[in-house]
């Protein structure tokens, strides 16, 4: 404040030095320094304002372009952290098609198991029904098994012929018995081999429905981990847009049109359209169109609700996207042109 008096006193002693001789005298006058002092310090004040007003929406443009950034960054986190999240999700859904896979196994391997087993079990029964069957009938042609030795058997016939036939009928009864062992033993070889297949198998995708298991785990401990990043995220990104919001409203409320007529013609802002709508490879008859619906490219309008500008633009959305002078035909004709170049036309609703 001292500076700034003293500034007011040495501006005002060169004016009054500047002055005409008959000015200077008092007492025709009757003007004192003290009092034109207080005049230029009147008019200072009154100017200050706008310089003040200015200064204030280039600080909160430059707070909202430093929030957007961070909303920017957060927004490419909680990108990357969904990503995440998704393939993690994938790998999980992978897993349980591998666990149902599995578990399909264990019981097609079960059902296998308790098939062989009593397979293993009928085929027993059927070689003792056919070790009985083969007794009776060794019994009933001979009394008794015993009698199958060579000597009661050449004695025991009454002629040549009939102990021929005798040794014969021994020797096939005790071949059939040893086929029918012999089948036993391979029947239950076979089935006892399996079995042991089966075991081993098992037991291998036991193993892998514990790694399954472990490695679900772990994709739900990621994704939890995950889902907490993007909510983080996500109350940050809210926090953020919050304070854009508020400076977006200080940003309208200092939002005012320059003093006086803009200098350029009708044509003069349609070819300021075209050379920006050139500039992003645009449709330029379709951006004056839309500038005639928006402002009747008039750069200076504003309506109540604080859009602003030859393309109408909120102050908020506009240096958000990278303006500088919301009341500039050039800077709004080319922040419109780049909006449409990212598809964004319909954030007009004139078309």
């Known amino acids: 404040m001292a500076e700034a008096s003293l500034a007011v006193r040495t501006a005002s002693r060169g004016w009054i030095r500047a002055l005409p001789h008959h000015f200077k005298r008092a007492n025709t006058l ?4 003290a009092v034109i002092a207080a005049m230029l310090a009147v008019t200072t004040a009154a100017l200050a304002p706008t310089a003040t007003a200015d200064s204030n929406l280039q600080l909160l443009i430059k707070q909202r372009t430093a929030l957007q950034a961070q909303v920017s960054k957060l927004g490419a986190d909680q990108s990357g952290a969904l990503q995440k999240l998704i393939d993690v999700q994938d790998r999980l859904a992978n897993l349980r098609g591998q666990v149902a896979r599995n578990q399909s196994d264990l019981a097609t391997l079960e059902s296998r198991r308790t098939s062989l087993e009593a397979g293993i079990a009928a085929a027993r029964t059927h070689i003792t029904a056919q070790q009985h069957a083969l007794g009776l009938l060794v019994r009933q042609q001979y009394k008794s098994r015993a009698q199958t030795s060579a000597d009661q058997v050449l004695f025991g016939s009454s002629n040549f012929s009939d102990a021929v036939n005798r040794i014969v ?42 790694e399954l298991a472990a490695r679900k785990a772990s994709l739900q401990t990621a994704a939890a981990d995950y889902h907490a990043q993007i909510n983080a995220l996500s109350a940050s990104s809210t926090d953020l847009l919050a304070q854009i919001n508020s400076l977006n409203a200080q940003i309208l409320a200092l939002t005012r049109p320059p003093a006086g007529n803009y200098t350029q013609s009708q044509q003069q802002i349609i070819a300021i359209i075209r050379t920006a709508a050139a500039r992003y490879n645009q449709d330029g008859d379709r951006l004056v169109r839309v500038a005639k619906c928006e402002s009747g490219l008039n750069p200076r309008a504003q309506s109540s609700s604080g859009a602003s500008g030859l393309f109408q633009f909120m102050p908020g959305t506009f240096y958000g996207n990278g303006g ?15 909006m449409f170049s990212q598809g964004r036309s319909g954030d007009w609703s004139c078309q």
């Open 169 to 210: 009928a021994a020797r096939a009864v005790s071949d059939r018995e040893h086929l029918l062992l012999s089948e036993l033993r391979t029947v239950e070889s076979s089935l006892v081999s399996e079995t042991a297949d089966l075991t081993q198998r098992e037991a291998e995708i036991g193993r892998l429905q514990g």
């Open 324 to 338: 500088h002078d919301i009341w500039d035909p050039t800077d709004q004709s080319n922040i419109a042109a780049k």
């Open 30 to 33: 009757r003007f004192k320094p």
